[in-house]
């Protein structure tokens, strides 16, 4: 699934990574000196370093959309429920605090724009998670209760 969505820059990234330089320049242009201009200098390199790594968002390597990922863990004895509920009715999917495990990984990819939805449910065996369905399909509509 995730050599299906490529990661790219979000908006919110692009806005994160621009604000840490233009103040970066303004502070290290600023004719107090000192730690004030070292300051600057440190948030140019980090806002520079950020431009290559710092990517939260992903485009639909087919039709070129952006969507957003969500990921939610559920234990073990959820598991016929879950494939059941991803494949047929992902609206039935409850996310409970108490619930929380590490076995079983829902990722969901969604695009309010575009309103279609990804998921797809993982089981983790040693060192890896491992699909146990495949990536279905739904609306937007229909997940409601996974992207609140």
Avoid at 31 to 36: L, R, V
Avoid at 41 to 46: A, G, N, R, S, T
């Amino acid at each position: 699934m995730e050599n299906n969505f490529i990661k790219i820059h979000s908006t919110k990234d692009i806005i994160i990574i621009s604000i840490l330089i233009i103040i970066g320049i303004l502070l290290a242009i600023l004719p107090i000196g000192g730690a004030i201009n070292v300051t600057g200098y440190i948030l140019i390199v980090i806002g520079a370093l950020l431009i290559p790594f710092y990517k939260n968002g992903y485009k639909d390597a087919w039709e070129g959309k952006s969507y957003i990922k969500k990921e939610y863990y559920f234990a073990n004895n959820r598991k016929a429920e879950l494939i059941a509920s991803v494949i047929d009715h992902p609206q039935n999917i409850t996310i409970e605090e108490q619930d929380k495990g590490n076995t079983l990984r829902l990722i969901v990819f969604y695009s309010k724009e575009s309103g279609r939805a990804f998921l797809q449910l993982q089981e983790y065996i040693p060192y890896k998670y491992e699909p146990c369905t495949d990536v279905v399909e739904h609306k937007v509509s229909q997940i409601g209760n996974l992207i609140k």
